[in-house]
């Protein structure tokens, strides 16, 4: 089956199988589909003239193109929960925006499909408190944030615009404007059914393509006989018709008012109130307008709309990037409660936090152009993964002793039986060759059993058993940290006493705002590792901010050791690259570095292995302009930018975003015994747990030779609330516990 593109996605080409069989009530959550080749276009093309066929012109397109799968199946069962995995420029979002917008063969259009994808946000201060930000003066006007919520939830815009159309019509002194309201509604969804038929006539091919283009047709006639009935002047319209009509027109402007009934509308309020209490809106935020939102802030308001719509199959990429840990073990609890639901859709969940991930009951693995599934969390995967290399690998090795002295043996009875003409010997090296030629290698099936051939290796091969195949390991993701140069004299790097800092007064309302830091004391040694955690708003960001010199302190002292070098990974640096890719649109990761750096030709080589070292090689930093490159490659660069003055010290302010989960694991394990300080603010449990707390995921790891670096390593995470900062004893689990109950409360209100 062949997916044509449709006029509104001109960069996505889909292929796929499907079944000739009749399925009289499918189930919209699941979706089988096998054979799924997806291509990504660089840009639009124009048709080709003059081919001889549709399959010449899908051949040009593939070939333009990036293929992202090829001959994947793609297979999602009724309430399940799935993560869906792979490195940067995988193709996820790609798959993701194939399958909401249905582009892929073989999805139905009745499938109700919700996806909130990432969005590049104007401002991603998530540090930030909504209510300082909605208080800001602002030139928009727009809907309330329970207002839009609603709205995009219910398409309730819609419906009321056809209800005061109707509602004219009816109330008119002038009898037919009640008919003229009655066909412009019937008209304008007309035209939406002819457009999905459209759509589904380009999508198929073979006998439903048949149908589907029957179809279209016959909506295209429907249509152009309509339009002649839209284009009737007052005199030819029958007073029968008349009656009729204003009748129909009276019965469907009722219909739209239950639809949007107060009492019914209440409901919906009411969920929506209770997402948005979840995800950190308070009652007075939740009145605000949208447009004096930040960009986490209007991530945070699109999640909610998601949340509350009845869908079938629901998709999520990267939903906790601007969320803070309450909010993002709120969503961890809704999740399973809305699974314990009767008929709770197909979750479809994309996010580096492997905690939160924690939550789905399968994985989708992005690797080779395919899709591997695995029933199981990510830890049991790469464990199994691990066993079966194991096993396969003492397996051949095992098969290619035995094939050895096979061939020894064979041999042996070969030069015997020509020796002393004896065909025995000759005939059982004949047999045994045959058998090493056609019949050698697994020798049970991939459920354990004895290897039967008409159903374990189905179609056409050059052998009667399937060749052992070790699993390869992909390339391991690079995150090379460079070792910090020598302070010369001990000393404190960073160190704070009784410092506290409170914002200049507002200008408008002359008024003193309250302290956001208050008698902060901390110290910072060489080797330390530091986490910070606490809620959106409790000073995280302005903390971070004195400690790199920023900005100073209302009071208190702040000292840094004279040879210093800090390497400050900021929260907005992906926006500001963003940005600075607009503004130079040639400049490229590596004429960036040479620029910053004042670097001449002999240390091109240098800047190259870096930008090498942290997953930015050849052509991809030289090359590609900065404005091209994806999230996580802006990370990366970013990354660059700040080890190559070669930092005593690391301050990482939310660096986990935009990252795909190898990468995170590869900085996590860097940065876990680099020679450095580090100092981490981050949402992300695993992470924080492996820099900071120096856990290691590894059972089996053999931890004695790390002893004594551990010792004299100081891992302490601290928590802000209200400004004051205090030491969790017991880490990120203490500060996990102390948020359960409000979570239990705000999943109770």
């Known amino acids: 089956m062949t997916s044509m593109e449709a006029e509104s996605v001109t960069t996505i080409l889909c292929t796929s199988k499907q079944t000739r069989f009749n399925i009289g009530t499918p189930d919209y959550r699941e979706l089988d589909i096998e054979g799924l080749d997806i291509t990504v276009k660089s840009g639009t093309s124009a048709k080709a003239k003059g081919s001889s066929s549709k399959k010449a012109a899908k051949g040009k397109a593939r070939s333009e193109g990036t293929e992202i799968l090829e001959n994947a199946t ?9 993560a869906l995995v792979g490195r940067n420029g995988s193709g996820k979002s790609t798959l993701l925006k194939a399958i909401a917008e249905k582009l892929i063969p073989g999805i139905p259009e009745e499938t109700r499909v919700v996806i909130l994808q990432q969005t590049d946000a104007e401002d991603f201060n998530t540090d930030a408190d909504p209510e300082q930000i909605a208080s800001q003066p602002s030139a928009m006007n727009g809907r309330s944030v329970l207002e839009e919520v609603i709205e995009r939830a219910t398409a309730r815009h819609e419906a009321q615009r056809e209800l005061e159309v109707l509602a004219r019509g009816v109330e008119s002194t002038n009898p037919f404007d009640a ?42 006639k429907t249509v152009a006989e309509f339009d002649i009935l839209y284009e009737q002047k007052d005199e030819e319209i029958s007073p029968d018709i008349l009656a009729k009509e204003t009748s129909e027109a009276a019965e469907m402007l009722a219909n739209l008012q239950l639809s949007i009934e107060p009492s019914k509308m209440a409901g919906v309020e009411s969920r929506a109130k209770k997402l948005l209490a979840g995800l950190g809106f308070t009652e007075a935020t939740m009145l605000k307008s949208v447009s004096n939102l930040s960009g986490g802030w209007k991530m945070r308001t699109s999640l909610a709309a998601t949340l509350l719509q009845e869908t079938d199959i629901l998709i999520l990429d990267e939903p906790t990037n601007f969320l803070d840990l309450l909010g993002i073990m709120w969503l961890q609890r809704y ?28 994985i989708l693995i992005l690797r080779d152009k395919g899709i591997i599934g695995f029933h199981g969390d990510l830890p049991t995967y790469e464990s199994a993964q691990a066993e079966k290399k194991i096993h396969l690998t003492k397996l051949k090795e095992a098969q290619d002793r035995q094939k050895d002295h096979i061939q020894q043996t064979i041999q042996k009875n070969m030069r015997e039986g020509k020796t002393k003409d004896d065909q025995n010997k000759i005939r059982q090296a004949k047999s045994r060759q045959k058998k090493l030629d056609e019949r050698w290698g697994l020798e049970t099936s991939a459920r354990g059993g004895r290897f039967k051939l008409n159903r374990d290796l189905v179609g056409y091969h050059f052998t009667r058993r399937e060749a052992i195949d070790i699993p390869q390991d992909e ?8 070792e910090p140069p020598d302070l010369r004299f001990p000393g404190a790097l960073i160190s704070l006493d009784k410092a506290s800092f409170r914002y200049p007064r507002d200008p408008k309302t002359k008024a003193i705002l309250p302290m956001t830091l208050e008698d902060v004391t901390l110290s910072v040694h ?15 960001s302005t903390l971070i901010k004195l400690l790199v010199g920023e900005t100073k302190p209302s009071s208190g002292v702040l000292t840094l050791h004279p040879r210093l070098k800090i390497g400050y990974y900021s929260q907005h640096a992906v926006q500001k690259l963003q940005e600075l890719g607009v503004s130079e649109p040639d400049l490229t990761a590596l004429s960036l570095l040479l620029r910053e750096t004042g670097s001449t030709e002999q240390d091109e080589g240098r800047v190259r292995g870096l930008l090498a070292s942290l997953g930015l090689p050849g052509r991809l930093a030289s090359d590609v302009p900065i404005r091209k490159l994806s999230g996580g490659q802006l990370v990366r660069l970013e990354m660059t930018r700040i080890l190559w003055a070669c930092p005593h010290c690391l301050v990482l302010d939310e660096a986990t975003t935009h990252l795909d989960y190898e990468t995170v694991t590869a900085m996590r394990e860097a940065l876990r015994d680099w020679e450095g ?3 981490v603010v981050s949402h992300d449990r695993w992470f924080m747990r492996g820099v900071v707390e120096g856990h290691v995921d590894d059972e089996g790891s053999d931890l004695s030779d790390d002893e004594e670096e551990t010792s004299r390593r100081r891992r302490l995470v601290y928590r802000l609330r209200a400004g004051q900062m205090s030491v969790l004893s017991g880490g990120v689990q203490q500060f996990e516990t102390s948020l359960e109950k409000r979570v239990a409360k705000l999943m109770d209100s």
Do not use: W
């Not at 399973?336 to 009767?342: F, G, I, K, P, R």
């Not at 390339?475 to 460079?482: E, H, I, S």
């Open 74 to 82: 793609l297979r999602l069962k009724a309430g399940q929960r799935y």
């Open 526 to 540: 060489m080797g330390d590792r530091i986490g910070i955690l606490g809620l959106n708003g409790s000073g995280k």
């Open 677 to 679: 300080a580090v100092i």
């Open 179 to 220: 008919l003229r309201s009655l066909r412009k509604v019937q008209r304008e969804r007309l035209q939406k059914d002819l457009f999905l038929k459209a759509k589904d006539a380009k999508l198929r091919s073979g006998a439903r393509g048949m149908q589907a283009r029957k179809a279209l047709i016959a909506t295209e």
């Open 475 to 482: 390339r391991p993701v690079q995150f090379v940290l460079p």
């Open 335 to 362: 999740f399973t409660t809305l699974a314990e639901s009767a008929n709770p859709p197909t979750l479809i969940l994309v996010s580096h936090d492997r905690d939160f991930i924690s939550l789905c009951t399968d």
